[in-house]
């Protein structure tokens, strides 16, 4: 069965340290990824996907399949990245982690 | 503003009872996708409808049931209501079936925030 899993509950990092968002997926076949964001008292919403390569926000996440991970990363954190992030994957449905609360501190 | 209108947004009501839950979509979105959020849980795959059809279901109770209707909007039907079916439901909706087209994006509702006393 498809399974995305975030291990972290909560991560707390201080503004311009790097930040590292891990997410393990367990599909079968080519997995879609996505990582999704809900900023406070704001709709969840789509921070970017595996296939486009992008960096969205200063965040990137790199597909490693030896690995099964998709891990979110920012090289310096910023006060307003603090936020609910979620980790999703596509194969015969779409299935969100449990997510992880992102704290930036001052 | 997603374009995905969840209504209501808080519902409070018994154990043993029935609710309904509505979702429009995006204008123009086929997909509609429901969720369940519980207390530190993330967010629980329901079902997926696309143009009216049943596409996938995920862990959803047999109490529970979804209908998509010729105007696209859906609805969650939940039943015999338990403490623990307090939770957060989101809808969300794409223009792909599959959900990820050519953004791989899903535009979510605010939610309906149910709590069952």
């Known amino acids: 069965a498809q399974r995305v899993t975030q291990p972290e509950k909560l991560l707390s990092v201080f503004k311009g340290a790097p930040v590292e968002l891990k997410c393990n997926y367990s599909?079968?076949?080519?997995?879609?990824l996505f990582w999704y964001v809900q900023y406070s008292r704001q709709r969840l919403q789509l921070l970017l996907r595996?296939?486009s390569r992008e960096s969205i926000k200063g965040f990137t996440a790199d597909l490693n399949k030896g690995e099964t991970s998709f891990h979110l990363k920012k090289p310096f954190a910023q006060e307003e990245d603090s936020a609910m992030y979620y980790c999703?994957?596509?194969?015969?449905?779409?299935?969100f982690g449990p997510g992880t609360r992102l704290s930036v501190l001052p | 503003d997603s374009g995905v209108t969840q209504t209501p947004k808080h519902l409070i009501t018994a154990t043993g009872q029935r609710v309904t839950l509505r979702c429009s979509p995006r204008?123009?979105?086929?997909?509609v996708y429901w969720y369940q959020q519980s207390l530190d849980q993330g967010l629980q795959f329901l079902i997926h409808?696309?143009?009216?059809?049943?596409?996938a279901k995920g862990n959803i109770l047999e109490r529970f049931s979804a209908q998509q209707f010729p105007d696209l909007h859906s609805e969650l039907n939940l039943s015999s209501l338990e403490l623990g079916d307090s939770a957060l439901y989101f809808c969300?909706?794409?223009?792909?079936?599959?959900?990820?087209?050519?953004?791989?994006?899903?535009?979510f509702g605010e939610g309906s925030r149910l709590t069952v006393l």
């Open positions: 969300a909706s794409s223009a792909d079936p599959r959900g990820v087209a050519n953004t791989g994006e899903l535009f």
């Open positions: 599909y079968s076949g080519s997995p879609e």
């Open positions: 595996h296939i």
């Open positions: 999703a994957g596509y194969g015969q449905n779409f299935v």
């Open positions: 204008s123009g979105d086929l997909s």
């Open positions: 409808y696309y143009n009216g059809e049943e596409r």
